[in-house]
């Protein structure tokens, strides 16, 4: 899928999911908020990863 | 010289040579805050009765040769999200309306028992996100002071306190710092703890100070830095006396990260290549660095991240009172609700990445150098643009900005330093060399 189409995915699920959490009416004023988000999420499933690279969740503290 | 203008470290040498008094310090800054911040409006509770309290009795200890610490009778003041025992902490949300800790932050905690009294309560955005505080940039009270630690630098600026506790999860305490013609300093995540501060994300949460000169943020850092064993990110990397790691200052090697210079305006870029030419005569060596790859991600990094963490942190409250947020932090809390758990995961590597991918540079260079924000205060009440703050916020590295000029306008800007994970104390010298080159911010006109 291009990057435009997985775009349009995201934003596709991310309504979605607003909808059943948050209601339809509340899903629509968040239009704006899912297009912007949707393009966040594209930008971090695509850019090239280390297949290694674990979470760091806690930035190891070095202790 | 009037009390009110005294910096944090003049004042506690001053109290411990018995030539002030913590009495005299106090009444000054209140009645200073009484005459002034109706216009400026950065403190959201002034304790004055606990303050004068406090500051009665740190006199009675002086007198007797008693000092509790290294800030004995120095005010400070802390952002409306550390808890404060007995005192409102409101958060700058109805959501928190009338909240009581009983407990103060190991911060504030900290701060009180190296003798230094907390003189009040200190406006945030809501929960230190993007809905404004009402407080009013003192250089310019048409402009913000920045945000979300708004109070705190706009109080500090203002001589209302000589130092306060502001916070950083993107850019809330370097930038409004900036803004207000401080040094404000992120240090390293885990350096100080958050315990008793109202998180907003987890693993991106940063306790920072602000302060008029380096040696005040180097002391208060010594203080309020070390491991607690309440907060989980807490680390145990030993703290060096960092007001004393100020007498190695020497000229620096500096890596100029060039993409922040092309970001940023006009007049930013003049004022800080200015400045960064004064440091190239005084001895600095400086040379030209570049960002790694994913410098590309972080941001999208960043927003997966700090909503995902910010819906989690706020589910139980939300749930309740969804109607007493503002429009910013509902919307981020409702995105965090939906953002796909495997995105979440994937931003925490980038993260790594990226924080990886950094070492070789910071490994080359005493600190790297960018101007802090890419213009000055803006007008109106949103608080500022905080991108050149997020990489080092999102990878946890520690940051400092330091006053480097006026615009043509007179409102301050700042050069940004950062440097490796736990390396505060020679930071904290380059920035102090840096000072010494470039000269401390005046104090607004008000």
Not at chain 1, 30 to 35: D, M, N, S
Not at chain 2, 66 to 72: A, E, Q
Not at chain 2, 344 to 373: G, H, K, N, S
Request: proline share 7%.
């Amino acid at each position: 899928m291009d990057r435009e189409g997985l775009r349009a995915e995201y934003a596709a699920c991310l309504r979605a999911a607003a909808e059943r959490r948050l209601g339809a009416a509340r899903a629509q004023e968040l239009a704006q908020t899912i297009e912007d988000c949707a393009g966040w999420l594209t930008e971090v499933a695509t850019f090239p990863l280390g297949v290694d690279e674990a979470p760091a969740f806690y930035l190891e503290a070095e202790s | 010289m009037s009390l009110h203008t005294l910096d944090a470290v003049d004042a506690a040498r001053a109290i411990r040579e018995k030539v002030l008094s913590p009495v005299d310090l106090v009444e000054a800054l209140l009645e200073r805050i009484e005459r002034i911040d109706g216009r400026i409006q950065a403190w959201a509770l002034v304790d004055r009765d606990g303050a004068r309290r406090a500051a009665r009795q740190a006199t009675d200890e002086a007198a007797r040769g008693t000092f509790r610490g290294p800030l004995h009778g120095v005010p400070f003041g802390a952002k409306d999200i550390f808890y404060s025992a007995g005192l409102r902490t409101e958060a700058g949300s109805k959501a928190m309306a009338d909240f009581v800790p009983d407990y103060d932050a190991t911060s504030v905690a900290r701060l009180k028992a190296a003798g230094a009294i907390l003189l009040g309560k200190l406006h945030t955005t809501e929960f230190a996100t993007t809905d404004p505080a009402p407080t009013r940039n003192p250089w310019s009270l048409v402009c913000t002071p920045g945000g979300s630690s708004s109070g705190s630098a706009a109080a500090v600026a203002a001589r209302m306190i000589p130092l306060a506790f502001g916070t950083q999860t993107i850019g809330s305490n370097v930038r409004p710092a900036s803004y207000c013609g401080l040094v404000g300093v992120k240090p390293t995540f885990g350096r100080i703890s958050t315990r008793g501060v109202i998180p907003l994300s987890y693993t991106q949460d940063h306790v920072g100070l602000m302060a008029r000169s380096v040696e005040d943020v180097a002391l208060a850092l010594s203080v309020a830095a070390g491991h607690d064993p309440d907060d989980p990110s807490s680390s145990r990397v030993p703290v060096p006396d960092y007001l004393a790691g100020l007498t190695r200052r020497r000229a620096p090697r500096i890596g100029l990260l060039r993409e922040f210079f092309e970001r940023a305006g006009a007049d930013v870029a003049d004022i800080t290549a200015q400045a960064v030419n004064r440091l190239a005569r005084a001895g600095a060596q400086i040379e030209e660095a570049k960002m790694p790859p994913t410098f590309r991600a972080v941001a999208a990094a960043a927003y997966v991240i700090t909503r995902s963490e910010t819906a989690s942190a706020h589910a139980e409250r939300f749930a309740l009172k969804a109607d007493l947020y503002r429009p910013g932090i509902r919307s981020s809390i409702e995105m965090g609700m939906v953002i796909p758990g495997d995105l979440y995961v994937r931003a925490l590597r980038i993260r790594r990445q990226f924080r990886r991918e950094m070492r070789p540079l910071l490994e080359r260079y005493d600190c790297l150098l960018t101007p802090t924000t890419p213009t000055p205060a803006p007008e109106g009440m949103a608080t500022g643009d905080a991108s050149f703050q997020l990489p080092w916020s999102i990878s946890g590295l520690p940051s400092i900005t330091v006053p480097c000029g006026l615009t043509t306008s007179g409102l301050p800007l700042g050069i940004q330093l950062v440097s490796g994970q736990f390396t505060e104390a020679p930071l904290l010298a380059a920035a102090a060399w840096c000072e010494d080159i470039l000269g401390r911010a005046s104090a607004p006109s008000l």
